[in-house]
């Protein structure tokens, strides 16, 4: 059998959990469903049927039989971070759902997590005759530890992790500057040729249209970066901090009090699913999916804390395009008081994202 070994560093706290939501546990179950999700990314788009079949032959399926790698933990030295501790109090913006505002303790967590810092040996075994397919896996494996992170809000910064080492297999060290680390997900993006891939995918995945920056924040301190990114991400979609979106505010406002039908969807939903809004004195109005089923959009701007080599933390955010909703679904606006739910087109572009990379201070644009 062949063998992969991966040690693996944690940047920023990650919130997972198993079977008891009360405590902080690191799970292989968890790790291979990551690892499916960023080879779905890194793959050519193609059709469902083709896509799952391809994907279950490796993972495993119903219909295919057990996957072609086994994988394990091998060494855990993962530390708790426990529930109620103080955070800085911007990280209650991207951590919402996991840290929130106590009176007169300011941001705390308010679920268990492991701890930035933390570290554990993931390792892979692939079974007889599988080991050609070993590059698609560290494909995924890259992409995890470049793009994403695990656990909740991982699309927010959280739980993002970078490989420290690997045996058994070539894999990019730790970059030395921000620019060593654009140079090194241009190179990635190269090889998996993301440029050729047109056309908005149904899927998230990888293509040139496609968006990624890397921010340099000059700091060593996980709870400054996502401060940093989480003030500038507020700033930028605040209607009353910015005449930006003042027609999002006004679309809204006027289906709320006076009825008017609105005929578009918010541009800031383009951010993902639910987006609410509230008026004065007590008028909610909530822009979500058009049923239960599909009543979330997740976003498709994912947010990556990256260490480089001294030490210091640089941010990847990365826009990765996809259909908004499935075909013919539309966006859902309210209901208001006595005004009933509307249905309008979803975004027909990811602008407002785009826009909010563009201003990022010294971010350097990764070319696809």
Known sequence: MNKLSVDLKFVSPAFVG????????????SIRGLLRF??????PPMRPVELREKENKL??????????????IIADETRPLPTGTRVNNS???LGYGIAGYKRGQGVQTDRN????????????????GAAERKDELL???????HLGGMGSRSRRGFGSMVVTGVDGADFPGLPRSPEDLKEQIEEKFRSLRIGERGGLPDYTVLSRQTAVTVWPLRTNSWEQVLQKVGDRLNG???AQRTERFHDDRDLIRDYAYRGKQPTRAPRRAAFGLPHNYFFKPNTKVAVSGPNREHDRRASPLFIHLHELAGGELAAVLSLIQARFLPKREQVKIGPAGRHSPQYVPPPHDFEPIRGFLSELPDALEVRI
């Open 139 to 145: 494909d995924a494996l890259w992409c995890l530890t």
């Open 18 to 29: 198993g079977a008891d939501q009360e405590k902080a546990e690191l799970r292989v179950a």
């Open 59 to 72: 993972f495993g399926g119903t219909d295919t039989g057990q996957s072609k790698f086994l994988a394990r």
């Open 236 to 238: 930028y979609r605040s």
């Open 38 to 43: 960023w080879w779905r990314a890194a793959q």
């Open 113 to 128: 997590a492991l701890d930035a810092g933390g570290r554990y040996t993931l390792q892979l075994v692939f079974k007889k």
């Open 91 to 93: 990280i209650g913006y």
